[in-house]
């Protein structure tokens, strides 16, 4: 293929469609990324608008029964102190975060046993009499999991594939299946739950045609929530002395899936910034439209540890919101009112990705 990487940009942003071979070579060279993330953004603002959606992040356990290698939450990882919080104290941190003016609250734990059907049913019904709503990350469940979630208020649901080869996720993800981790996204379609997933940048192993692979899953499945962020090696993991990924090539795959799905939402990833240090704002300027501040209390923000040096750990959720909102307005965008769902809008590709808009 001798494209070069404006005419593909210019293609993208005609026609929301690309090929691999043109989003590697997007991927290979840096030459042009001002012009790709500054597309990113002009798409961005054509399709979502100016508005940053802000969605409070509560992560009320740091159990898991799986052992990713690359997360510092890990089964085998003894060396971080665990916790979980009882259900009225979730529903008390959502509470809060209402009066803080959120419209959607993020549950996010690791895949913690503890927390039972009743009791996540309990907590969904409990947080949705508020007025808001409500996205779920808690892993992989059974149908009939996420079918009584749906019912008893969940809006979204959040299944990062982290990577869409099957043979690199295999071994990042050891004693997890391909193809559970594919029939739970399938699932929560099925249920009409707006569906979220998104890839880690810069694994071991990880090539770019694979990342290439991940932004065409992404708009093969019509996902309506894309979370990017860059790997950051924990040293408590077997993969403690890895590379790690970089903030440029984390942008530019966050860019690109902008390009090939115009209408959805983007998180500005924590991971983003904790690399960089205005990582956020730049990713915002790239094609995100979505911050997810922290209303999780206490001492608990430090010891949901993902992955080393994460930001804003030591603050409270009133200086974590205060603060984005500043960056947020200081580059001309507004805080968004609404609870921020996909406004879905027909595409030009030929792929049946729009079968369900």
Known sequence: MNKNPIEIIMKAEE??????EEIVILLQSDEHNDELFKTADRIRKKNVGDEVHLRGLIEFSNICKQNCLYCGLRRDNENIQRYRLEPETIIEFAQKAVSYGFKTVV??????????????????????????AITLS?????????????????????????????ELYEKMDPGMDFENRLKCLEYLKEFGYEVGTGCL?????QSLESLAN??????????DMIGIGPFIPNHDTPLKDADGGSFELALKVMAITRLVLPDINIPATTAMETINPNGRVIALQSGANVVMPNVTEGEFR?????????????????????????????IGRTISQDQGFRKKKSC??????????
């Open 107 to 132: 549950l996010q734990s690791g895949e913690d046993s503890y927390f039972s059907v009743d009791r996540m049913t309990h907590i969904i019904k409990e947080i949705k009499a508020l007025g808001i």
């Open 201 to 205: 940048i810069g694994l071991p192993g």
């Open 214 to 223: 991940d932004i065409l899953f992404f708009k093969k499945i019509n996902a």
């Open 138 to 166: 808690i892993g992989e469940k059974t149908k009939e999991e996420y079918k009584a979630y749906k019912e008893a208020g969940a809006d979204r649901y959040l299944v990062r594939i982290e990577t869409s080869d099957r």
């Open 15 to 20: 026609t929301n469609n690309l090929e691999k």
């Open 302 to 330: 430090k010891m949901y540890a993902l992955y080393p040096g994460k930001i804003c750990v030591g603050d409270s959720p009133v200086k974590c919101k205060s603060c984005i909102t500043d960056k947020i307005e200081d």
């Open 348 to 357: 030009n590709c030929s792929g049946g990705c729009c079968k369900n808009s």
